[in-house]
Structure formats: structure tokens, C-alpha cells
């Protein structure tokens, strides 16, 4: 069976450290990816 893997991913501008908002020039979003489904660890604490 082929693994099927669930990427997240949010659109926003992307701010550089001093602050800055960055956007495409079209003024599109970019899509940045989050962690996906297999990488969470639920209820552990160290």
C-alpha cells in the first residue's frame, strides 16, 4: 500500500528577523511548510 503523507502547510508574508514583511510581487502569500502528522509527539513532556 502506498504511504500517503500529510504535509500542512499556512500562507502568509514572510518576516525577516528585524520585522519586516516580505510578500511576492504580485502580492501572493508564501506557502510555508508546518510540521506534518507522523512528526507530532502528543502528551510527552520532558
Not at 5 to 16: D, V
Not at 36 to 46: A, F, H, I, M, V
Amino acid at each position: 500500500m502506498p504511504v500517503i503523507e500529510e504535509q500542512e502547510y499556512i500562507f502568509r508574508p514572510y518576516i525577516t528577523v528585524k520585522g519586516r514583511r516580505i510578500t511576492r510581487p504580485n502580492g501572493g502569500m508564501f506557502k510555508i511548510p508546518v510540521k506534518d502528522k507522523k512528526s507530532e509527539t502528543r502528551g510527552t513532556s520532558l
